[in-house]
């Protein structure tokens, strides 16, 4: 049995404002409603795999940011 493909395979390469664009798209279509429930829960998965992106692109800046006043402390 082959496994399905990933349909959020693209995600690890999206910068963090493409990835937040295409969040606020994704919130925007599932508050309009409308879309079936098999789209919509594909929606949602998409956007919790997006929001897992921006996290990750956050949590990177928070650590250079940590280290950037770390050094700045070092140097002072």
Do not use: F
């Not at 606020?24 to 929001?51: F, P």
């Amino acid at each position: 049995m082959a496994a399905e493909p990933n349909p959020n395979a693209d995600i690890d390469a999206l910068s963090y404002e493409e990835a937040r664009e295409q969040l606020v798209g994704i919130v925007a279509k599932l508050e309009a409603g409308g879309a079936s429930l098999e789209d919509s829960l594909a929606l949602w998965e998409r956007g919790e795999a997006l929001a897992a992106r921006c996290e990750q692109w956050l949590e990177g800046a928070r650590r250079r940011l940590a280290a950037a006043r770390g050094q700045a402390s070092q140097d002072a």
